[in-house]
């Protein structure tokens, strides 16, 4: 008997001829039109919790564990774990779960050494809101040259970041619904920037929650429903065996170095804006620990469940050669397609909107980072010092507005090159601030200067490297953290020790860890 969300292989076949086309009563359309109405719904619930500046961009610190825990998740996991995940294990077999593997290691690492020690040092060193703050405030940055350096940073490669977003978004909607490129990019662009724009943070978290639960429904059912497509696992191990022989082979034919730079993915962690945000809105140190367990519990489950649709389609699409053509075009379509062609329409709107999900919940803090940077690190500390909180709540709109159109016009060529640095911006991210954020929360010794050459140095190094060295094959990031771990350290011992201002306040910060965990 077959489950009532799985269609027969002849629907199957057809859905495959004919494309995916919808008409205006479809289910897949209306599933979809109702997923991004609730966002913003939930957008203008935020609106009216939120009072002022602090409730804009970190929610008032009031995120309880389960939010902190699910928004972390899902500001992370992009539409990389839907699309580009699946797609590397369908094309090369288990020897792409490495990254998988590292990124479970760093994320593991990040929650339980860096996540409550922030939101106590962030909190002690002045309130602050953004990280460019938090670096000002905890070296004492008198003439605020880290705080232009970092906010400079973080707009860069958010930048790029977010046009990448747009056009996972754009092309979603232009395969699903049929629809010019140009089109598809304004609808989804639209539907994230409303909900951003009209409750910040805490629509952005509260959508993230939904988001990452759509997303771990979606990555569960779809390999156990291909597997239950097969009349027993023999055949699927004989399907597998056929098409890619090596597929379970874990090692497959990777090198020192490539699984060294596979694993080093979870070195990013570190120094993610987007992510280290969430922590510094969490309530308090305490909720900490069972957001951890919470985050790494959904993480681990969602890229399992990456890993599982990648490495099942090779055996379905082996079985079903003539619905595999898409596929074979564009590896990165497989959870798509097996999406499209074994679900009925209602259930392939839900699991399908779970990879809009993905790309719009990290679009959507990329974009009130951005705003939250330009908004309090460039426009009160420069221009407005005695800025109202109502007046700041609607400068980060407008700039949340000025982004979103920059990155518009950024993902308007989706050949542009500009799309091709986003696979070193996590790398620059993890570089740049990593060591730089791990050593100001654990070293008092650390100074102004070092924290400067630290940030420039793990920048540049990613740059550099990937122009000049990428044929080594070695990750850009592990170069970029070693070398702006040393330039902290080398630069601070030359230097004269920071002010018993600053180190008080380090040893303040720590203290109230200490005592609350």
Known sequence: MKLPIVISSSQALRNSKNGYRMSSLDPTLITFLFYIFAMIAIGLMAYRATSNFSDYILGGRRLGSFVTALSAGASDMSGWLLMGLPGAIYLSGLSEMWIAIGLIIGAWLNWLLVAGRLRVHTEV????????????????????????????????????????????????????????YSTALWISAVATISYVFIGGFLAVSWTDTIQAGLMIFALLLTPLVVILSFSDLSQISIALDAARPHATDVLGNLSFVAIISLLAWGLGYFGQPHILVRFMAADSVTSIPNARRIGMTWMILCLGGAVAAGFFGIAYFQQHPELAAVVNANPETVFMELTKILFNPWVAGIVLAAILAAVMSTLSCQLLVCSSTLTEDFYKAFLRKNASQKELVWVGRLMVLAIALLAIYMAGNPESKVLGLVAYAWAGFGAAFGPLIILSLFW??????????????????????????????????????ICSLIAIVVVSLMGKAPSKDVTDRFEQADQLYKDSV
């Open 444 to 481: 008092k010794r650390m100074t102004l200067n070092g924290a400067l050459a630290g940030m420039v140095v793990g920048a540049v190094m990613v740059i550099v490297w990937k122009n000049v060295w990428g044929d080594t094959g070695l990750y850009e990031i592990v170069p970029g953290f």
């Open 125 to 180: 060193q002045n309130n602050a809101l953004t990280l460019p703050d938090y670096f000002s405030n905890r070296f004492n940055d008198q003439k605020k040259i880290l705080r232009i350096v970092s906010a400079f940073v973080i707009l860069i490669f958010f930048a790029i970041y977010c046009a990448s977003g747009m056009v996972a978004g754009a092309r979603l909607f232009e395969s699903m619904f049929g629809i010019s």
